[in-house]
């Protein structure tokens, strides 16, 4: 395990430290009980029951009874704490790597699809419980087992422990065979069932589209390919399982009869007692067990370190970085010879050394045809990405030189595919709300804003939805239509009182009269504020004092 990334899991372990000093110190308690009953159990059969100490025997049953008790409840309290840490631990480490992951920069994030983030974010922090100190203390305990197990034995009868000992490598081997196939083959079960759940979606999701082209019976194809693939390495992976189950299992059942066999002869013969032959058939599960759990064990911990090395990539990757100087009232925006590439295809120049100037007018237009790379601009200006070279300045500074969030916070961006949240319209409006004021405004205050904003935006629609302003959006606001989520979403901007704000085609789908009502909204508001408008419509093109062509 690298250094580092043995630092970064310990970081998460200090928080729980006198908890996992309780269930380390637990666990070996617990092994302490498991080692005299062997030798009390033959000193009954050899010694008590043939002399007939019934008061003896009496209390040493007592005893074992309190030892079965004691064990019961500390390995309660054991497995407790330890779920309990291993489960706030996940708790931490999921929320850290979403937030790393959304810290991360667009074009650090774009390489990654969500669904492999989403993978990584609820299946690897799983596999990483198999690092966790209990793992470790379970190994630790396992070993102290299975030494004692081996030296018992030794103790007990020489011949016979060495006849055990050598049918272990046999069952070390098959049982490692085994272990290894059976998670090889759960891993690949795992994929194969994302891709069918995936698939499923896709199946449903698309269920209009299909039907729309009569081709419902492609949506089920698609699914059945799944299942079939999902069904042969299910099937594998449960071959495997049941030879676990039986080869390795065929040894520990031979062992007995072998035991029994030599011991029973030597009892006859009188060189053997029956306590001895009853503690060594216990002491052989001190070895064999261990041994199955430690190679168990073992591979989860290799796992656990595969994911590990997955995870702390995200933790080596920067967050955004950013200016500190503060901006007090946008006055002008230029754009200096920039040009720019997506990182994602590297030999697309999508603009060339563009220059640009807002600068004392109210509203200005932008305009080109599909794909030359106005939403681009936008993003730019919204630092989402930088340019390959060129300079883009707010009040004639770099703008790199400011804080990025507040740029975010004065540049207020209606996107030309506006997405909600899963969450009531009022918080779908109130996300604009920068985080400061929000912090500061009671809760009817910040109703009041919001329904503001949602008049401004010519969203009065809302009033009429079920529950108002607390109607809960579903799917990103599939319940909604395009226009209805274009308002929501200039409302969403409206509230802030951004010194820009720029709209993506965000009234390509609306009537004509919300149109009006949402530019007269904004042609009363010009007079503070700088409106980029993001059309191809030459007639609300129309409204801005300046057109700029890309
Ligand atoms: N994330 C991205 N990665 C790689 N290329 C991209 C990305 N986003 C956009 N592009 C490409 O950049 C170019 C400009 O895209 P942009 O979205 O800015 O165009 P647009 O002028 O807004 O078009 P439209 O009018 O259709 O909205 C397009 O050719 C597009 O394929
Ligand atoms: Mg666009």
Not at 30 to 40: D, E, G, Q, R
Not at 187 to 206: C, F, I
Not at 408 to 427: C, F, T, W
Not at 509 to 516: G, H, I, Q, V, Y
Request: charged share 20%; net charge neutral.
């Amino acid at each position: 395990m690298e250094k580092n990334n043995m630092k970064i899991l310990l970081h998460y372990f200090a928080k729980f430290r006198k908890s996992i000093i309780l269930g380390v110190v637990g666990i070996f308690v617990l092994s302490l009980f498991l080692l005299p009953t062997p030798f009390i159990t033959r000193y009954i059969i050899d010694d008590l029951i043939p002399n007939k100490n019934t008061t003896m025997l009496i209390s040493l049953l007592l005893i074992l009874l309190l030892f079965i008790i004691l064990q019961k409840v500390i390995s309660y309290l054991t497995s407790y704490i330890f779920i309990k840490i291993n489960s706030k631990i996940i708790i931490d480490l999921r929320s850290d790597l979403l937030k790393k992951i959304l810290m991360m920069k667009v074009r650090e994030k774009e390489q990654f699809t969500t669904g492999y983030l989403i993978s990584r974010i609820q299946d690897d922090t799983k596999a990483l419980q198999s690092l966790f100190v209990n793992s470790f203390a379970g190994i630790l305990r396992e070993i102290l087992k299975f030494i004692f197990g081996f030296i018992a034995l030794l103790y007990l009868d020489v011949k016979l422990a060495l006849i055990t000992f050598s049918l272990l490598p046999v069952y070390i081997m098959l049982t490692y065979h085994y272990t290894v196939k059976i998670k090889q083959k759960s891993s690949d079960t795992y994929e194969k069932t994302a891709l069918m759940t995936s698939q499923l979606e896709e199946s449903l999701s698309l269920s209009d589209v299909f039907k729309i082209f009569g081709k419902e019976i492609l949506g089920v194809e698609k699914y059945h390919t799944r299942l079939i693939d999902n069904y042969t390495s299910y099937m594998e992976l449960s071959r495997n399982v049941i030879l676990n189950g039986v080869l390795p299992v065929f040894i520990l059942d031979l062992i007995p009869i072998i035991i029994i066999g030599i011991g029973g002869l030597r009892i006859i013969e009188g060189t053997f007692t029956l306590g001895s032959l009853v503690a060594f058939t216990n002491f052989i599960s001190f070895i064999f067990g261990p041994a199955n759990r430690i190679i168990g064990t073992n591979i989860q911990i290799q796992q656990g370190l595969v994911a590990l090395d997955r995870v702390v990539k995200f933790w080596n990757i920067q967050a955004e970085e950013s200016g500190t100087k503060t901006l007090q009232k946008i006055r002008n925006i230029e754009f200096d010879n920039v040009s720019f590439r997506y990182p994602q295809s590297p030999d697309k120049i999508v603009i060339q050394d563009l220059n640009l100037e807002i600068m004392d007018c109210n509203c200005i237009g932008l305009k080109g045809i599909s794909g030359k790379g106005k939403s681009t601009v936008a993003k730019l200006m919204l630092r989402l990405y930088s340019p390959q070279s060129g300079l883009i300045k707010i009040n004639g500074l770099d703008i790199m030189e400011y804080d990025v969030n507040n740029i975010r916070n004065k540049i207020g961006y209606v996107a030309q595919e506006p997405l909600l949240m899963n969450d009531s319209i009022l918080n779908n409006v109130l996300l604009g709300l920068d985080k400061d004021k929000e912090a500061e405004l009671s809760f009817d205050d910040k109703k009041l804003m919001a329904m503001k904003a949602l008049d401004l935006s010519s969203a009065g629609f809302v009033y009429e939805l079920p529950d108002g302003i607390f109607y809960q959006v579903k799917n990103y606001g599939d319940s909604l239509s395009v226009g209805q989520k274009q308002r929501i979403a200039i409302a969403r901007v409206l509230i802030n009182q951004p010194d820009v704000i720029i709209l993506d085609e965000a009234t390509a789908n609306l009537d004509s009269e919300s149109e009006a009502k949402i530019f007269e909204t904004f042609n009363r508001l010009a007079k503070d504020i700088i409106t980029i408008i993001i059309s191809h419509d030459m007639k609300i093109l129309s409204n801005c004092d300046k057109i700029i062509e890309l």
